[in-house]
């Protein structure tokens, strides 16, 4: 049996997690919306993709090449610790900004588009993201008020895939976090930190690409 799934292109791997299907009845306005800021001319505007992603002490597990008959054993923590990141991918700068959160709240949320702000001083600035319900707080809504600069865009539920920055998490998971125990927060926190700072600019426009 084995042989002739083989001969019919089949694998045997692991699933993926995936978003749940489902039908966004603004896809078309917010894809519209989209299309049109990106098309923004440069000068006086900056865009970026923003997300959110979650980092654990505990290793996650990726495949790994290893020798016959010795599976690789990746040691857990004791206890396992959670820091949640903020991330901005910029489309024109090509520069990736990050700050770290013990959590993930419209707090931290509104703290990062101030930091994207001190960044960006001067011009409009357009920020591309998902629709977590942390972006939708009426806090951060008071906020933008307060700062006409900053705009915010949704992506259509459910399609994680139109936001680039995803592949700057699965990268960075992959060559700092996979298979391999810190020996604590502090020094994970370290490598992810060294991790994006050393992202140069055609690093980022290959992860966006």
Same mark, same amino acid.
């Given at each position: ?5 083989? *001969? ?9 997690? %995936? #978003?749940?299907? &489902?039908?966004?009845? $603004?896809?078309?306005? !917010?894809?519209? #919306?989209?299309?049109?800021?990106? *098309? ?12 959110? *992603? ?5 290793? @996650?597990? /990726? ?5 016959? &008959?010795? +599976? ?8 396992? +610790?959670?820091?949640?990141? =903020?991330?901005?991918? &910029? @489309?024109?700068? *090509? ?9 993930? /709240? ?11 702000? #001190? ?8 920020? @591309? ?7 939708? %707080? +009426?806090?951060? +809504? ?8 900053? !705009? ?17 998490? $699965? ?24 991790? =994006?700072? $050393? ?11």
């Amino acid at each position: 049996m084995y042989a002739v799934l083989k *001969s019919l292109g089949s694998r045997h791997n692991r699933p993926r997690h %995936a #978003a749940k299907p &489902g039908y966004d009845p $603004q896809t078309r306005d !917010k894809m519209n #919306a989209m299309t049109k800021v990106l *098309s923004f001319p440069a000068r006086g505007n900056h865009i970026f993709y923003a997300e959110e *992603s979650d980092l654990h002490l505990l290793p @996650i597990l /990726r495949s790994a090449w290893m020798l016959l &008959g010795k +599976q690789m054993r990746v040691p857990t923590p004791g206890t396992n +610790q959670k820091k949640s990141i =903020f991330g901005a991918m &910029g @489309i024109r700068t *090509s520069e990736f900004l990050h700050l770290m959160f013990d959590r993930k /709240r419209a707090t931290e949320f509104i703290d990062f588009l101030e930091y994207i702000i #001190a960044h960006y001083p001067t011009g409009k600035i357009h920020t @591309i993201l998902d629709n977590f319900s942390v972006h939708k %707080a +009426q806090s951060v +809504q008071a906020r933008l008020a307060y700062n006409p600069r900053v !705009k915010l865009y949704f992506l259509p539920s459910c399609m994680p895939q139109l936001n680039p920055i995803e592949k700057a998490w $699965q990268h960075m998971k992959a060559y700092v976090t996979a298979n391999r125990l810190y020996g604590s927060m502090a020094a994970l926190v370290d490598a992810v930190n060294a991790f =994006f700072e $050393q992202l140069t600019p055609s690093m980022v426009q290959t992860l966006a690409a």
